[in-house]
């Protein structure tokens, strides 16, 4: 090696300093090579070694508790007996534990062993740096590990060095100008993307409320055909009602004097049986207080002769016949001094009077019901009618509310829909300008680079 470096140093130049310079510039990079082959063969020992711990660490447990596990198999095939039953739960104690202490051992030897693959995958990963850093200084400088160059090769090549870290310095600013105008873009990108999801969802919403707005519509048009086919049924009855007015009017005042005339008849009549009735009525009375007195005196006269047994039988026999008896206006005729009447006859009358008031009296309950029937179907009736109308002016209002809302909504969406495309826009300009000073820088580096 020093023949070779005399023989350089003559060949270069008969200036001794610079020559000694050059040498001990060489020296020294041969003294950084070798120190480098030695880390190098220093890293690769330990690789070894660790891979050899490995493989024996891989296969030490696993022997260890497999040999145990077979010594212990084989006493208690040997012999089971020979455990003592005072010492059995001693012996499954101390197994137990001695179990304990070896998988105590073997999670501390798992550690270790992750601990070690670690170190290993960080040493292999320094190695691997190492030796790329080492091909990457050989293909750039040219140099192969053995040659040296003089010194002014050596200068234009730290010049060109300087020059290339420089312009990686420059490419590696601008490379974060651009990751960082990348990441921008990106929050932006993500900001529209979120921005149009929520436009999404309001287009969904938009459109729910038309659906809403669709069946409210729908709603309205068949409450309008009932309105309209309850106007058209009223203006009907109204029509009927003015045509019935209108011929009412020209016979009303016959109608009334025909009415009058017959009701003044009628009472009339109903005056002269209302007397016949009462005479009717008093000469019954006098006749029934007279028949009664007759009907406790014979009773009377009856029980002391002992005859009431067969008078009680005779009454209940069948009635003789009774010679039937005009209108009964003459008090002679009704009362006479020597008539008899049976008493089935006189119950018979008051019976059909009770009747006949119970009757009355529940046709009277019956009107009464009718009559609030009748009341509590037009309060209903009104009721309805007061619903209708209130339900009409809340859709009224409902309507127009709704219809300024998806104004509004609309209006709004238009203004965002600007707002996006304008922001759009801007950034396809942007990244278009971009792309632009990307190429050029490119083009400048290639350039620069040829």
Not at 108 to 122: F, G, H, Q, V
Not at 190 to 202: D, G, M, S, T
Not at 223 to 247: G, M
Not at 250 to 255: H, K, R, Y
Request: hydrophobic share 35%.
């Amino acid at each position: 090696m020093l023949q070779t470096v005399d023989q350089h140093e003559t060949s270069l130049s008969p200036n001794r300093g610079a020559v000694q310079v050059h040498a001990h510039a060489r020296a020294a990079q041969e003294q950084q090579y070798r120190q480098q082959l030695h880390q190098m063969q220093h890293l690769q020992r330990q690789l070894e070694s660790y891979d050899d711990r490995l493989e024996r660490l891989k296969h030490e447990p696993n022997e260890d508790r497999k040999a145990l596990v077979e010594q212990r198999v084989a006493e208690y095939a040997r012999d089971p007996r020979s455990i003592a039953p005072e010492d059995a739960l001693d012996t499954i104690v101390r197994l137990e534990n001695h179990l304990k202490l070896q998988q105590r051992a073997n999670a501390l030897m798992a550690k270790e062993l992750d601990r070690d693959r670690r170190t290993i995958k960080e040493r292999r990963g320094t190695l691997h740096k190492i030796e790329t850093n080492y091909a990457e200084v050989l293909k750039v400088t040219g140099w192969d590990g053995k040659t040296l160059r003089s010194q002014d090769e050596q200068d234009e090549m730290k010049e060109r060095i300087n020059e290339m870290a420089m312009l990686a310095k420059k490419l590696r600013e601008e490379h974060r100008a651009a990751q960082l105008i990348i990441h921008k873009k990106e929050h932006v990108v993500q900001f529209l993307h979120a921005e149009l999801a929520k436009r999404n969802e309001q287009r969904e919403q938009l459109d729910e409320k038309y659906n809403a707005i669709r069946v409210k519509d729908r709603d309205n048009r068949e409450i309008l055909l009932q309105i309209e086919k309850l106007q058209r049924v009223s203006e009907h009855t109204d029509n009927q009602v003015a045509v019935a007015r209108q011929n009412q009017d020209t016979v009303a005042l016959e109608c009334l004097q025909e009415d009058n005339d017959y009701l003044k008849n009628l009472l009339k009549e109903k005056r002269q049986k209302r007397a016949d009735q009462d005479r009717v009525m008093r000469a019954q009375a006098s006749r029934v207080k007279q028949l009664t007195t007759r009907f406790e005196v014979i009773g009377g006269a009856l029980r002391d002769l002992g005859l009431d047994r067969r008078a009680a039988n005779a009454l209940n026999a069948v009635p003789p016949p009774v010679e039937p008896i005009g209108e009964p206006d003459d008090m002679e005729r009704i009362a006479p001094s020597d008539e008899q009447i049976p008493t089935c006859v006189y119950e018979l009358l008051v019976r059909d009077m009770a009747s006949i008031r119970s009757a009355v009296a529940r046709k009277d309950v019956m009107v009464v019901e009718k009559q609030c029937v009748k009341a509590a179907m037009e309060e209903k009736l009104h009721t309805f009618e007061e619903n209708l109308r209130y339900a009409q002016q809340q859709e009224a209002h409902t309507k127009d509310d709704k219809f300024l809302e998806m104004e509004h909504l609309r209006h709004t969406l238009e203004e965002r829909h600007r707002e996006y495309r304008l922001q759009i826009d801007d950034l396809l300009h942007e990244n278009l300008k971009l792309k632009a000073d990307a190429a050029k820088a490119r083009q400048q580096h290639q350039q620069r680079r040829a």
